[in-house]
């Protein structure tokens, strides 16, 4: 991809993270990046390579504390906000910390950002927003009841963008991300997403586990769609298309068994064993959404968005990276 955002100053938190190190290894080609993060669930591993780039700077610091906000944001053009405790199942068992991190950590760095003045500030939303709404394909401006804290949170985050766009005149946009999948995403631990954690069992010859019987299905999104899509989040000029919410996805939606199927074939290229190896089920968890599918007209119309990455595509890219670096 061409970056179009060039020599801006961008704060990215969670940095270190999955998508935010993405971010930051893309936009620290032609710009001066500030990334900041606690190291909660972001890797050094991820974002080493960068140390000695003189367009970078890493701030090992926490969103809760709004003294670090502020000093991460000094000089700040635009803000790639990240930062955050994902997982519907993590914030199930612990809703304190989901809301500590996810509303007074965005609350602290939106407050502190608007205080400097910063330009634009594009924030990460979350599919789980739209809760118990069984409409699909989803519309930004239909929404159900959450299902789980996280769901919450990231609800709250809205509203708060909202407010703030209101009354305080920064320039907001929330991404609505729908199961981001490829390089730097972490297979390890409980709340792993379901691509990497399903890779790593079927390069170690183990069975994945399927919650369900495998027929829900989701929008899963490569990872460069999504940069692509924060990069026009920040670029356009359109007065429309701020202040306001856009789902970030490919606009399809695939079952558990069928990814499945794609993950098998493209991980039997490197190893013919796995094409054999069988898929356990278990019961389904709290809080899950059945099924979850994109609209990303609105994305298309006012951002000029368009993901050029499949399921497929991207599953054959991401595959590659995991060969690599999970083994």
């Not at 993950?263 to 356990?280: A, G, M, R």
Request: with cysteine; glycine share 6%; hydrophobic share 35%.
């Amino acid at each position: 991809m061409e970056n179009a955002i060039k020599n801006k100053k961008i704060l990215i938190t969670g940095g270190a993270g999955f998508i935010g190190s993405n971010l930051c290894n893309y936009f620290v080609k032609n710009n001066e990046v500030v990334c900041l993060d606690n190291f909660a669930t972001g890797h050094f591993h991820n974002i080493a390579h960068l140390i000695d780039n003189k367009n970078f700077t890493l701030i090992e610091g926490d969103i809760r504390d709004y003294t670090v906000c502020e000093a991460a944001v000094k000089g700040i053009d635009y803000v790639l906000h990240q930062a955050a405790l994902g997982s519907v199942p993590r914030s199930i068992n612990d809703p304190i910390t989901s809301n500590e991190v996810n509303v007074s950590g965005f609350l602290n760095i939106l407050r502190a950002s608007t205080q400097e003045g910063v330009a634009r500030f594009v924030y990460a939303a979350s599919s789980s927003t739209y809760g118990d709404s069984e409409a699909l394909p989803k519309l930004e401006d239909v929404i159900g009841n959450p299902l789980s804290p996280y769901a919450v949170t990231k609800y709250v985050n809205e509203l708060y963008a909202d407010v703030f766009s209101k009354t305080y005149g920064i320039e907001v946009i929330g991404l609505r991300y729908f199961n981001v999948f490829g390089r730097n995403q972490d297979p390890n631990g409980a709340y792993a997403a379901v691509i990497p954690k399903f890779v790593k069992s079927f390069i170690n010859h183990e069975s994945p586990v399927i919650n369900g019987d495998g027929n829900f299905s989701r929008d899963f999104t490569y990872i460069d769609n999504v940069v692509h899509m924060n990069e026009k989040a920040l670029e356009t000029k359109d007065i429309n298309a701020i202040n306001t919410v856009y789902n970030t996805a490919y606009g399809d939606r695939t079952t558990l068994n069928e990814l499945i199927k794609y993950l098998k074939e493209y991980l039997s290229e490197f190893d013919p064993e796995i094409s054999n190896i069988e898929v356990k089920y278990d019961s389904i968890r709290d809080g899950d959404i059945p099924h979850s599918l994109a609209s990303i007209e609105k994305a298309k119309k006012l951002l000029n968005y368009n993901p050029k990455y499949s399921l497929k595509e991207g599953l054959r890219e991401a595959v590659e990276w995991y060969w690599k670096n999970l083994k």
